[in-house]
Each structure stands twice: as structure tokens, then as C-alpha cells.
């Protein structure tokens, strides 16, 4: 059961729009959400986070939104860059767990110049 | 620079030779993680050790073993690598392993089992 689902396998956006990725979760359990980034032949590298308690989290060009009744989060990015291509992992934990991460399958963000 | 380095990145090995994944971290973190992921799939633990704290997955099978001899390496077992479990695989640190804390990630090895 994928408690984490990232429904786009990939996105293509123009260079300077905003780059919208998705994620919904089923386990209402989880107190943290994570994004990371992957490039090819590298390991994934955190991008930004957001708390259960918060609905947004703001770091320079990347914004992260949850909305905990639609269990559903989402990653902006304003503007989007050639050097954002990449893909993108959502993926939650919850207290108590080690912080164990539990991934969605990604999605494999291409930025057009 | 501090990082977490995997070794090797590629390792070839045939059905049912026991295969052993390296890791080993320079950020003196608490916790080490083992992922795999394979191909158009997420990221999945197989397990990870606190200290030396072994924490095994209730899903992850027999035919994987992990071994953490000091704070800085742990390795990757895989007593009799069948097809299925050619993947690539990733280790990860964290420093206490607190919810949301960030988890480095080295660069993965990428299996194969012939």
C-alpha cells in the first residue's frame, strides 16, 4: 500500500514559469514532509521540509504547502530554472520513527530554456 | 567535505553470490539508513541501525543483512542475490534521528545480478 503517491511521473515547464509538483499521502499518522532532489548518478539531497503543524514553508524559490484535510501537499517553484531539472521525491515521517522516511515514486521535473 | 560515500557505485554479481555494499560516513551521525530502490519505484528501508541498534523492516527479507562495526561504516549483505533484486541502493545518515531531521544521502549503488 503506497501511503505516499506522487501521481505525475513528470512535468515540463518554461524556464522562469513556476514549476507546481504534487503529493498525497493516506496515513494521517505522519508529522513531517520532506522534499528531495535527485540528479542522475547522484543521491537524493534534501530541498525543503514543512511540520504537520504549518501549512507553508518558504525558502527562497521553493515553497511547500500542505493542506492536512485533503492530505495533499505541493512543491513550487518560482521561477523555474534549466538547473532545477531533476526529479523529485515527496516523502513523509512521523515522530517516533527514527525518522524513517517513507517515499513517494517521484517525479521527473524538465525545465525548457 | 563531510558526506556519506557508497562503494562501489556499480557492482555486477551473479544469481545467488553473496555480495556485500559498502557505506561509510565522515558527519559522525547517530543513525545510518539502508534504502532500495528499484527501477520507477520509490525509495524503499530495508533497515537502519541507531547507534548499534539494529532496526530491521518487518517487510524486508531473510536474504538481507546489515552489519554496523564502528559509527562511521555499515554494510550491505545480501546473502544470495536473486533477479528481483537487482536495485539500486542507497545509504543515508541522520544525526539523531528526529522526526524531520534532514537525511543525507551518498550516491547510491547500483546492483546487478546476472
Known amino acids: 500500500d503506497q501511503q505516499v503517491k506522487q501521481n505525475s511521473p513528470s512535468l515540463s515547464v518554461q524556464e522562469g514559469r513556476i514549476s507546481i509538483l504534487n503529493c498525497d499521502y493516506t496515513?494521517?499518522?505522519?508529522?513531517?514532509f520532506l522534499w528531495y532532489k535527485k540528479y542522475p548518478a547522484e543521491g537524493p539531497t534534501f530541498l525543503i521540509s514543512?511540520?504537520?503543524?504549518?501549512d507553508k514553508n518558504e525558502d527562497g524559490r521553493f515553497t511547500v504547502f500542505l493542506n492536512k484535510s485533503a492530505k495533499h501537499l505541493s512543491l513550487h517553484i518560482v521561477p523555474s530554472q534549466p538547473g532545477d531539472s531533476a526529479v523529485y521525491f515527496c516523502?513523509?515521517?512521523?515522530?517516533?520513527?527514527?525518522?524513517?522516511?517513507?517515499f513517494g515514486t517521484g517525479t521527473l521535473l524538465a525545465v525548457q530554456p | 567535505d563531510a558526506m556519506v560515500i557508497q562503494n562501489p557505485r556499480y557492482q555486477v554479481t551473479q544469481f545467488g553470490k553473496p555480495v556485500t555494499l559498502s557505506c561509510s560516513q565522515t558527519l559522525n551521525h547517530n543513525v545510518m539508513y539502508w534504502y532500495q530502490q528499484k527501477s520507477s519505484q520509490a525509495p524503499k528501508l530495508l533497515f537502519h541501525y541507531y547507534d548499534k541498534d539494529f532496526n530491521n523492516e518487518a517487510d524486508t527479507p531473510d536474504n538481507f543483512q546489515s552489519r554496523r562495526p564502528n559509527t562511521s561504516f555499515c554494510f550491505l549483505d545480501i546473502r544470495s542475490p536473486g533477479l528481483g533484486d537487482a536495485a539500486m541502493y542507497l545509504c543515508a545518515t541522520s544525526l539523531q534521528g528526529i522526526g524531520g531531521e534532514t537525511q543525507y544521502f551518498g550516491p547510491g549503488t547500483r546492483l546487478l545480478v546476472l
Open positions: 516523502a513523509a515521517t512521523y515522530n517516533g520513527a527514527t525518522n524513517k522516511l517513507i
Open positions: 514543512i511540520s504537520s503543524i504549518k
Open positions: 496515513n494521517s499518522m505522519f508529522d513531517y
